[in-house]
């Protein structure tokens, strides 16, 4: 049985224009979920890990507001995320399953998942990842990003999923898990203990992690556009349907994937495929099965294949 | 392989006193999951399970405290407390196993868990759950409970663990499992999906219906008193070393166990042992192997046995 895993952006939750209710979340989920309950109805073994950047930043402003009770840091913030878009997730997926009627016939679960990332990672000396509301003007300790002023905090690149094993067991036996949420709970280890730090691992570097742990068969990664394009955003912007790994890092350094967009997707792809990943495509969140048809998305290769 | 599952109430991660950092909630799990960790090793197939009333508390209590960001309804906050204090217990059980060289041979996971409650259960009209901070002071909309003016919230019987079935598959794999925290993120049925409501489950309630839905053989719910007392708290208190089921009842229907406190931990070993469960036990945190050798705690019986 294939193990494909789907990577769903932020943006599969909240859209452009939205405040990220919960009712709003839930609804954007319907379009990716339906598609994943499909494919695990076809018989692929199917991991669904997703984004937490506007929540986990909204509840570390939430908890700022207040002192009268205790503050968290940062890594047990992305954790409770999990909890929060986990839950979202998985009762959607729940309703997509008994539409197809196969509810009962799937076992699925939301895996609590940290990843280790390594302490002297130079991000956490340069902070680059934003996270929680934009706003339109100059904010004090807030950097300026493509969708505003927005607080960045360290993302280190993942080691390691810490719970691997479990997954790729869960697998063996079938199930539909949901994992790596947030891109993991980030932690050190020291000597007998995993510690959390001050992080949030982008989602996508952490899924072509899990890929390559578990030995999944494809990764996708789901975002807001069907195709990565060179000059994004320009008039002589350029889609690519097929993108070889060393075409891929070209462009990188020619700087056509900025880091806080589709820098990272594209590094979680040619990760996967350099690990021996077999396929890895980035698409949108519409057009998931439609990619895995070869009808849409951009399709990374090794070179030579 | 006998399947054990251990409750920790709120007392085993915010001792009187604190104020629920991360770091202090990490240290009082210390004593309760090393005996965890040993009981596993010993061959015992164990569950735990946790109650969440601060935790969730607090963050509703940060979220009404800024309106820059959304909030979220009550059953997402209890599923981002699973997430949170998930990581805590895993993490803690994490280094435990590694002391005892046993971690690789160990599969464990947080599984996020709802459950299903009545949409007409009488809760929902008499709130009786105490959340969040204590305060010395009247509050308005606050309750006066035995630790001071708090918020209430409803506070509904579970019907059905959700995850039971693949809590289930992983005990027959081995894993241990840490799940229905908070007491499971409250859901009903409507048609095709289940819809979270606004409350908090007792976790010792739905402990005891997820024992009974695993076939668990022994139910054992920690908090911070060693045994169970009558006319707790007056000079003429006595300790009970073992308490029938029709005793029990006779002694609740008396008030000798009240509502925020004893009572839904006696109601919750009655449930298990009358839906067949073997052996429950109410104790201390730190005597959780003693009480399971009969050296300490309160054991309940089915009139008869």
């Not at 905090?153 to 949901?178: C, H, N, T, Y």
Request: aromatic content about 6%; overall charge neutral.
């Amino acid at each position: 049985m294939k193990i494909i895993i789907v990577a769903l952006g932020g943006n599969a939750l909240i859209k452009p224009g939205e405040i990220g209710t919960s009712e709003q979340m839930i609804n954007n989920l319907r379009a990716p979920i339906k598609q994943i309950a499909e494919l695990s109805q076809e018989g692929y073994s199917v991991i669904i890990t997703h984004g937490n950047g506007p929540q986990v930043g909204n509840l570390l402003l939430q908890q700022e507001s207040t002192e009268e009770v205790t503050q968290m840091p940062l890594e047990i913030l992305v954790a409770e995320t999990q909890g929060q878009i986990g839950f979202l997730i998985e009762s959607t997926l729940d309703e997509e399953l008994m539409h197809l009627g196969i509810d009962m016939e799937k076992y699925f679960l939301t895996v609590l998942t940290y990843v280790e990332v390594d302490p002297d990672d130079r991000a956490f000396k340069r902070p680059t990842k934003p996270i929680g509301p934009a706003y339109t003007r100059r904010k004090k300790g807030y950097v300026k990003t493509s969708k505003g002023w927005r607080r960045v905090v360290a993302s280190p690149q993942p080691k390691r999923i810490i719970q691997s094993r479990e997954i790729k067991k869960l697998m063996d036996e079938g199930f539909i898990v949901i994992a790596c949420g947030g891109g993991g709970v980030p932690v050190v280890k020291n000597e007998t203990r995993f510690h959390g730090v001050e992080a949030v691992i982008d989602k996508d570097l952490a899924s072509a992690k899990l890929a390559e742990q578990v030995g999944a068969d494809i990764l996708i990664i789901a975002t807001d556009v069907e195709k990565v394009a060179l000059n994004y955003g320009r008039v002589d912007y350029k889609y690519l349907d097929r993108l070889s790994v060393s075409q891929a890092k070209e462009y990188m350094s020619q700087g056509h994937f900025p880091p806080g967009s589709m820098g990272p997707k594209v590094q979680a792809a040619i990760n996967f495929l350099e690990a021996g990943g077999k396929k890895a495509i980035i698409t949108s969140i519409e057009k998931i099965k439609d990619a895995l048809e070869q009808k849409a998305g951009t399709h990374f290769y090794l070179d030579g294949f």
